[in-house]
């Protein structure tokens, strides 16, 4: 995997390199700002580009959609911490792959393959904040063709618990689980889980 990686704190930005360079991700170079950022990825066509949010002459999410002006298809990963929430819709809407935490370094590399991939990755914790950044009005489940049952799966999931967590809690299988989620996500017309706990969030 080649990405470029671009942030105004060095010290950030050197660890994230040698970090990632030891998982054998290919770091094509780093920038310190975000018009450094669109100039990095104008010249090395990254399969990602990992952008912290708050730099100077340009920020993170001015210069994600400078690249995604030059490149519809541009996989972005946001950097944050926990005081950037303010920013994680206009990421969502603005359509970037993924927006986790700075201070989980363990989760950058997971996040990085799964963008790549085509995935959306967002942090428990930014997940967990939607609710609140997003007023939303209740869903109608069951117009949906939601049943009881899988909307009581949505809101596990919405949680953050994993298959087996939502199987234990509900006195199913994991086989079943992977049913029920399979369905949902076809229903609601959704990607992945991700994408199913920001619509239960949100709605």
Do not use: C, W
């Not at 995997?1 to 060095?10: G, L, T, V, Y």
């Not at 930005?13 to 920038?31: A, D, F, M, R």
């Not at 920020?59 to 911490?81: N, P, Q, R, V």
Request: proline fraction near 2%.
């Amino acid at each position: 995997m080649k990405i470029i990686i671009a942030d105004d704190d060095q010290i950030v930005k050197l660890s994230l390199k040698t970090i990632l360079e030891s998982l054998e991700i290919e770091v094509l170079g780093t920038g310190g700002n975000g018009r450094e950022a669109v100039e990095l990825y104008k010249e090395h066509h990254p399969d990602v580009a990992l952008l912290d949010i708050r730099m100077p002459v340009m920020t993170g999410l001015e210069a994600a959609g400078e690249i995604l002006k030059y490149d519809s298809s541009a996989k972005i990963l946001f950097l944050t911490t926990f005081s950037d929430d303010e920013y994680i819709i206009e990421a969502l809407n603005m359509g970037v792959k993924g927006y986790i935490l700075k201070q989980d370094f363990e989760s950058i590399s997971p996040a990085l393959t799964a963008v790549k991939a085509g995935q959306s990755v967002f942090g428990r914790d930014v997940v967990s904040k939607l609710s609140s950044l997003v007023p939303g009005e209740k869903t109608d489940y069951r117009k949906l063709g939601i049943s009881e049952k899988e909307e009581e799966v949505i809101a596990l999931v919405a949680k953050g618990l994993n298959n087996k967590e939502i199987g234990q809690a509900m006195f199913l299988s994991e086989g079943t689980v992977r049913n029920y989620i399979s369905g949902v996500l076809e229903k609601l017309q959704l990607r992945d889980r991700t994408q199913l706990a920001i619509f239960h969030h949100t709605h």
